[in-house]
């Protein structure tokens, strides 16, 4: 059984009476230790397809199960513990929190498990440290650059143990160094952590890397490529 | 749906004794420090003006209270049955050298008088009017009300006989003078007319006008015969220890004075006082009220504000899994920082306020204050629950003003919320 698997899945946007579908019955299947990118131009519903993995909006048709669970689950609340537990983000923009040092973002999704201080801050400060960044530990995300900012995120994406990353173009506002630096190091946790990726995208220096891209494009998986050896 | 408002509720009580619930919502408070500050001094300044309505209105109420017990009523006065009806020479009682039974040691009485009360006409060389005539114990008198250290003008009865204390207004209105002659034109108990020559001892001013303006004091052992009640009085004032409990003391007063005696205290006596007093409370606490509605809907914009500009952070904590019971809690603790930490200012304002007041406010220019008996300052003073009331409400205040900020952060999907980013 596949961690990620995608059947039928359709999602209608209605706006003032204009309907939009977002994807047209898309199937996918992620397996665990994947390092996969949804490839695409803007609009053709990669962005969607990963909210949708990532439980953060809900299929207008088809499932959605991860590990075997539907993500079709009642609440909001639970949906929040399943992204807790079994899912990290990085985002296009960042978007770690502006008031917490970048420990204090590595620590607040174990503080949400409940992790206690004494075991999360030495594990944020260790994964500070493998991302490059555990002598800006006490920096606040505005006294970083970009790519630093980007790699905090990684951080805190993989600091409570998801089985699945999903990134929303994360290289997007990256210089091309910064950029690199990133994808060497999701590389790297992918190789030796065995952390699993999936990538929306169509920046082609992730594509390149991928070791198996989907195309979509107007909503529909229109090819899979293994672009890469495992 | 009641149980998943009752799990919703759990939620939110469980994520707010969280620390870094309290931790994050302090940081989100100082993240927009103008606005934070905004809101800080407008509830400080709202606590502060609210406490110092009701620091002045309880002050002017106890001054009341207190002017008109220290010049005239006493915590309590013993009459002949049927004098508060009848106020006249017809109700009389014995005049005893000593209180009766235990009374005489009881630690709650500090100071007791007697008076002999009647009403006449004063006659001046120069005028004439209405007044009342109290005879009293100069000595007993001095150590129960403040007519010894009213005086304004000559001393206190002085050493001669047939001296008599005039108020300064109905000194004025007779024209007279320390040393001038009076004549008291009054009827005895029989209803005969008697007319006395007395001499003007002193003038007094007190913080009651009504006294000032229609009040004559004598001597009693000198007024007793002239109206034919030797050995009589009209009443027995007695002062209190302000911290004894008063209406035990009444029963007891009563209990000693015996048959055909009346003991009244003194919001019996002045029932207007009380609605004087209930008055002004009810003026500061509507005052007050106001202040915490303006006070709620001011947090409650700044929090609404605060939480639509951060509706894609709310949609990042909501994908990184924080539930969004724990995301109202935030809202709530960011609410309440503000509304106590606006409570914490406010009242230290307003006890630097009072600080600065020191012994009170000089309203002796204003007739207003003369008029309602309030006396010559007003000493601004707070009650526990004057403190109390606006903590609670400060907290109630937070937690209703963060109730639509609240439901519109818990109906943020963070997949919406992200497209904001």
């Known amino acids: 059984m596949a961690l990620i698997e995608a059947r039928g899945v359709t999602k209608v946007y209605e706006t003032r009476g204009v309907r939009t579908d977002a994807l047209r019955g898309v199937d996918l299947d992620v397996e665990a230790g994947e390092f996969t990118v949804l490839a695409g ?61 970048a420990r204090e973002n590595v620590e607040f999704v174990m503080d949400l498990q409940g992790v206690p201080a004494r075991e999360r801050r030495p594990r944020a ?26 790699r905090v995120a990684v951080a805190r994406a993989i600091a409570g143990k998801p089985q699945i990353v999903l990134a929303d173009e994360p290289t997007a506002n990256l210089d091309s160094a910064s950029a690199a630096q990133l994808l060497d190091l999701m590389e790297s946790l992918n190789r030796d952590r065995g952390v699993t990726f999936l990538f929306s995208t169509h920046d082609s220096r992730i594509i390149d890397r991928a070791r198996r891209t989907v195309h979509l494009s107007d909503g529909l998986v229109v090819e899979r490529a293994s672009s890469r050896a495992a | 749906m009641r149980n998943g408002f009752l799990q919703r509720a759990g939620a939110t009580l469980r994520a707010f004794v969280e620390p870094s619930t309290w931790r994050l919502a302090w940081r989100n408070v100082g993240r927009n420090g103008r606005r934070s500050a905004i809101v800080l001094c407008a509830a400080a300044v709202g606590v502060c003006g609210g406490l110092l309505t009701m620091a002045v209105s309880y002050g002017t109420a106890l001054a009341m209270v207190e002017t008109a017990i220290a010049t005239e009523l006493g915590h309590l006065q013993i009459h002949a049955q049927g004098f508060n009806d009848d106020p006249g020479l017809a109700h009389r009682l014995p005049q005893m050298s000593e209180l009766g039974g235990d009374l005489a040691h009881d630690p709650a009485i500090l100071a007791w008088a007697p008076r002999l009360r009647t009403e006449g006409l004063a006659y001046s060389s120069r005028a004439s009017a209405g007044t009342r005539v109290v005879g ?59 007319s006395e020559l007395f001499r003007v001892a002193g003038i007094f001013r007190t913080p009651l006008p009504e006294l000032d303006q229609a009040t004559i004091f004598v001597r009693l052992h000198e007024l007793q015969p002239i109206l034919g009640v030797v050995g009589e009085i009209s009443e027995t004032a007695i002062r209190a220890d302000p911290k004894s409990d008063l209406p035990a003391l009444a029963n007891r007063v009563r209990a000693a004075s015996g048959v055909g005696t009346e ?115 007003i000493v601004p003073a707070l009650r526990f629950s004057d403190w109390t009331v606006p903590s609670i409400a400060a907290v109630a205040t937070a937690i209703v003003a963060s109730l639509a900020p609240v439901l519109r952060a818990r109906r943020i999907r963070p997949a919406e919320a992200l497209r904001h980013v």
């Open chain 1, 125 to 150: 400060i260790s994964l500070l440290e493998e991302v490059g960044l555990g002598a800006l530990a006490d920096k606040r995300p505005m006294e970083m650059s970009g790519g630093q900012q980007q």
């Open chain 2, 136 to 194: 009293v114990d100069p000595e007993r008198e001095s150590e129960l009300s403040l007519l010894e250290r009213s005086v304004i003008a000559g001393e206190y009865f002085g050493p001669k006989k047939r001296r008599a204390m005039l108020g300064a207004d109905l000194a004025a209105r007779l024209r007279v003078e320390t040393g001038d002659k009076i004549v008291l034109s009054i009827q005895d108990k029989d209803g005969e007319m008697v």
């Open chain 1, 41 to 101: 131009p803007s609009g053709s519903g990669k962005t969607t397809l990963l909210n949708l993995i990532g439980a953060l909006d809900t299929p207008s048709a088809g499932t959605v199960c991860l590990d075997g669970a539907d993500l079709s689950l009642p609440s909001a609340a639970q949906l929040a513990d399943l992204r807790l537990h079994s899912l990290g983000f990085v985002f296009q923009a960042f978007n770690l929190i502006p008031v917490l040092s």
């Open chain 2, 263 to 377: 003991v009244h205290t003194w919001d019996q006596l002045r029932p207007i006082l009380v609605f004087l007093v209930a008055f002004f409370e009810a003026q500061a606490g509507a005052m007050y009220g106001a202040v915490f509605i303006a006070m709620l809907f001011g947090i409650a914009n700044v929090m609404l504000m605060a939480v639509v500009e951060r509706i894609p952070e709310f949609g990042i904590l909501g994908a990184l899994g924080m539930p969004p019971a724990r995301i109202g809690a935030m809202i709530v603790a960011e609410s309440l920082m503000l509304s106590l930490l606006g409570l914490a200012v406010g009242i230290g304002l307003t006890f630097a306020v009072i600080a600065l007041l020191g012994d009170g406010i000089d309203v002796s220019r204003f007739t207003m204050a003369r008029a309602y008996g309030v006396g010559f300052r």
